[in-house]
């Protein structure tokens, strides 16, 4: 690890005035279950840390009628336990709790987990986010298992490492966005990830200088749940999750939102997953249909094939648990 200046400002304002205006030179610092060990990896080598852990303002929950707000700085602990999110976001519950890791959970945070960098082996080991020697992708005559097979015409070919990423998306959230000079935004849940198509780009929208402040989630009744298929429960990612969010009044769904994760560069909303199962009675066999509906537009490399499979059975079961009849 590199040296770097340490910084732990107490406001906001503060925060991103010691921030750069271009990747690289600074780096923020939440919970630190990712950024410590790019540090150690070298990954990225900044001039400053910024810690955002004695900024108060960027933690807690707090319910109205009709949403939630989610400070940045809440851990993944607090998200699972909170009444709130219990209650109407079961979803996130349960992408809290599939991380398995105890100690993640305990110390990772809502804003962190939106932001972690890919898992890509080939970008962990200094190859860069789309992963070229030279001019080349490495990735699609090499080691592909666990990357994407949706968006993946374009140079990157990892998959977005989020967890909270899908259930958010589906569940209509906003991500409050704070930079220099009092200067905010909101933007959509569906628009805050992104693929990059150059190295120093990100995989998100975030500029070098802003910071995730907090996420809004309506509270809309909606039914939801997530999915996910993984070798194991703990320190590992899965190979393919997915979330869904609709109505169900009267036995017939409508608003349906599903969303892969873990297939594609950033959260994957499937349309025709949703078409398919829009004003249906959720049960097999339209569950089943929108599994199949899912996997339309899917690319698989040479070595992820498997995939396919699983989006069908991560959709099939997400739908089937967000209705209770799993």
Excluded at 120 to 149: E, M, T
Aim: glycine share 10%.
């Amino acid at each position: 690890m590199k040296a770097f200046e340490y910084a732990t400002p107490s406001t906001l304002d503060e925060a991103t005035a010691q921030l750069a205006s271009s990747w690289g030179e600074t780096e923020v610092l939440a919970g630190g279950t990712d950024l410590v060990t790019a540090l150690k990896q070298e990954i990225t080598s900044p001039k400053r840390v910024v810690s955002l852990k004695n900024i108060s303002a960027l933690k807690g929950i707090k319910a109205s009628a009709n949403s939630v707000n989610v400070g940045a700085m809440t851990t993944l602990a607090e998200l699972a336990a909170d009444k709130a999110i219990k209650e109407h976001f079961p979803s996130l519950v349960t992408a809290v709790h599939n991380i398995g890791s105890q100690q993640i959970i305990s110390v990772g945070t809502v804003g962190g987990d939106l932001c972690q960098r890919p898992r890509c082996w080939y970008f962990r080991n200094g190859y860069g986010i789309l992963a070229k020697q030279g001019d080349a992708s490495l990735v699609p005559d090499g080691d592909n298992r666990y990357h994407a097979i949706f968006g993946n015409d374009g140079p990157a070919k990892f998959v977005s490492a989020s967890s909270l990423g899908p259930a958010l998306i589906a569940l209509g959230a906003s991500i409050k966005v704070a930079g220099p000079k009092r200067k905010t935004r909101t933007v959509p849940a569906g628009e805050f990830f992104r693929a990059p198509k150059a190295d120093n780009e990100r995989e998100t929208v975030l500029l070098p200088n802003e910071i995730v402040t907090d996420i809004q989630i309506p509270i809309r009744g909606l039914k939801n749940a997530t999915y996910e298929v993984r070798h194991r429960f703990g320190l590992d990612w899965p190979y393919v999750a997915a979330a869904v969010a609709f109505q169900n009044k009267g036995g017939t769904v409508s608003d349906v939102r599903v969303v892969l994760g873990h297939v594609a560069p950033a959260p994957w909303a499937s349309s025709g997953a949703a078409k398919a199962l829009d004003g249906a009675k959720v049960d097999d066999v339209s569950a089943a249909k929108a599994g199949q509906a899912a996997t339309q537009g899917a690319k698989p490399l040479s070595g992820n094939g498997y995939k396919v499979q699983m989006v069908r059975t991560a959709v099939k079961r997400a739908i089937l648990a967000a209705a209770g009849a799993a």
